[in-house]
């Protein structure tokens, strides 16, 4: 054991979903070693306890293991729990972490980030519930990492992670384990598997790009081995380093194939893709795109359905900017509803206390309290599951949501790689406005509220400032902007639009016809493009 002495980083500050930099900066030295330990620094109980391990099979996640494995057996740490090849999908390390009741898990990915040595890397810090930790922990970690004067490691051959069994660095033991199987065998449990195999045996077709990154070898094991579906129904269904070049990130931009096909005349009867590390989802029926906020409205509205859900659910939670289509499946339900921060850390106490059952966000993710994260696969198998058990397809369930409850229609315009001093800019214009908007008119609309989102944590009182500004208008519209806390490059400029049409109102318009009344009155008030000077955003979803 060495004790190797370090000067501090001033940017390890974690983000909404851990510390995410492009690989260059990981690799510089001492870099990842300043943070891991910054970590067993601010969580004493590590020494002496049992750790999990893996991450997305992004370029630099089999190095980064190795030197966590080397910094954990120097810390004191009792025994690793480290996924084969080093692969752990975000949920299934989540779902290990509960199982064998460890202490914590570093789970390794930039998620939805591109990969590749000049792609970016991420490390992130689950805690015992198996979930990303609070804010205070974070915040804790990062007063560390600015002082943090040196770092333990052991001199240790490489650990062979490729083979399933015992290892150990001096007295830490180390167990290599399949990274599928409690994972597969969990879903098993939660979801009508018999019922999806009949389906599919029955020729009911599906597509699930895998975008080369880490649900590959779980959409083998469940969709292929266990459920029946043929081979070929998997797309880019082998993990690599650089993830074929493309960005893992589920969507019409970069899930290009999977979305030419689910709009043609070949298209199966189902189609969904994941991200990089495993925890997003999004779901398509022939011709359809299912949106994730109404996505996340209809599991809460279906889940009944379900194996593992017949009990019904506690309640339900969406991230601030997630559309409020949910609220509305609550309110009918009778069960609370909560608007939480972006960032699925948030979720986690509502979860351990269970006052809620199911939670989602606009960008993709939804999960329920089987895991303490958001869960791509979980998703994509509760449509299978509601579509087998109601016999409708994807296209019927989405009309007759919107039948009942009214649609959300709902858009999200990102400026990414933007002047972070602009961007901080534009956020300071609406915030210097907030006082004097209510009650003005733009466009027709009448703004009825206007505010910066804080969130006080109903379970432990916790207060989460400045997490985005909201402006709510008459008609029930509204537009949302934050700053995005996971890109790596400048800053990325979110902003989020929302209309609301009753059942009785025209539920088949075009989304971004609709919603473009909105998107000027949002650029009236914030000055996007002009202050940006961009004509438009770099994604739309
Ligand atoms: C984005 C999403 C947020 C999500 C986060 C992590 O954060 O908006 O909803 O929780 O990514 O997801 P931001 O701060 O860039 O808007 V993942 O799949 O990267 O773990
Ligand atoms: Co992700």
Same mark, same amino acid.
């Given at each position: 054991m060495r004790t190797v002495s370090t000067v501090p980083f001033t940017d390890q500050k974690p983000g909404t979903s851990g510390l995410r930099k492009q690989v260059k900066t990981f690799q510089k030295p001492g870099y990842l070693e300043n943070f891991v330990q910054s970590i067993f620094d601010s969580l &004493?109980? /590590?020494?002496g306890g049992t750790l999990v391990i893996g991450g997305d @099979?992004?370029?630099f996640n089999d190095k980064a293991i190795q030197t966590i494995l080397s910094m954990a057996a120097a810390n004191g740490v009792k025994k690793a729990l480290v996924g084969q090849s080093g692969l752990l999908s975000t949920p299934a390390a989540s779902c290990v972490i509960r199982k064998y009741g460890a202490d914590g898990g570093f789970v390794l990915s930039a998620s939805h980030n591109p990969g590749g040595p000049n792609g970016d890397f991420g490390i992130k810090y689950n805690g015992k519930n198996g979930g990303p930790v609070v804010e205070s922990v974070t915040e804790k970690i990062f007063a560390r990492s600015k002082v943090i004067e040196s770092y333990k490691i052991t001199d240790n051959d490489d650990v062979n992670l490729e083979k399933a069994g015992l290892d150990r660095i001096d007295s830490m033991q180390i167990e290599i384990f399949n990274s599928v199987t409690d994972y597969a065998n969990m879903m098993e449990g939660l979801f009508d598997f018999d019922a999806i195999r009949r389906m599919f045996a029955s020729g009911f077709e599906i597509c699930f790009d895998a975008m080369h990154a880490i649900t590959g070898p779980y959409a083998k094991e469940i969709f292929v081995k266990r459920l029946g579906t043929s081979a070929g129904s998997l797309m880019n269904a082998v993990p690599l380093p650089d993830f074929g070049g493309g960005h %893992? *990130? %589920? @969507?019409p931009t970069y899930a290009k194939e999977l979305f030419a096909k689910m709009f043609s005349d070949k298209a199966p009867n189902f189609g969904a893709c994941s991200d990089g590390d495993g925890d997003r989802n999004i779901v398509l029926g022939k011709n359809t795109y299912v949106s994730p906020s109404d996505s996340l409205a209809i599991i809460t509205a279906?889940?009944? /359905?379900a194996k593992g859900y017949k009990k019904g659910i506690a309640g339900v939670a969406r991230s601030m900017p997630t559309s409020r289509a949910a609220d509305r499946v609550a309110e009918k339900l009778g069960i609370e509803c909560f608007e939480t921060p972006t960032g699925w850390k948030f979720f986690g106490n509502l979860l351990d206390a269970g006052r809620i059952t199911i939670c989602g966000e606009e960008s993709a993710g939804a999960g329920s309290d089987h895991v303490r994260e958001k869960d791509g696969l979980w998703a994509i198998l509760m449509w299978l599951n509601i579509i087998a058990v109601s016999g409708k397809s994807v296209e019927d369930i989405l009309k007759d949501h919107w039948q009942e409850f009214?649609?959300?229609y709902y858009a999200r315009h990102d400026y990414e790689s933007v002047d972070k001093i602009k961007a901080e800019k534009i956020m300071r214009t609406v915030e210097q406005q907030l006082a004097e908007l209510p009650g003005k008119s733009f466009h027709g609309e009448t703004i009825l509220k206007a505010d910066s989102f804080a969130y006080t944590d &109903?379970? *432990? @009182?916790s207060v989460s400032k400045n997490q985005g500004m909201r402006i709510d208008f008459e008609s029930g519209s509204r537009f949302v902007l934050r700053l995005s806390g996971t890109g790596t490059v400048g800053a990325t400029l979110r902003v989020y639009l929302e209309k609301y049409v009753p059942p009785t109102g025209d539920l088949a318009q075009d989304t971004h016809k609709t919603l473009a009344d909105l998107d000027l009155i949002a650029n009236e008030i914030a000055k996007i493009k002009s202050t940006l000077e961009r004509e438009s955003p770099s994604v739309i979803s």
């Open positions: &004493p109980e /590590l020494s @099979g992004r370029f %893992p *990130d %589920p @969507g279906n889940a009944h /359905l009214g649609r959300n &109903p379970i *432990d @009182g």
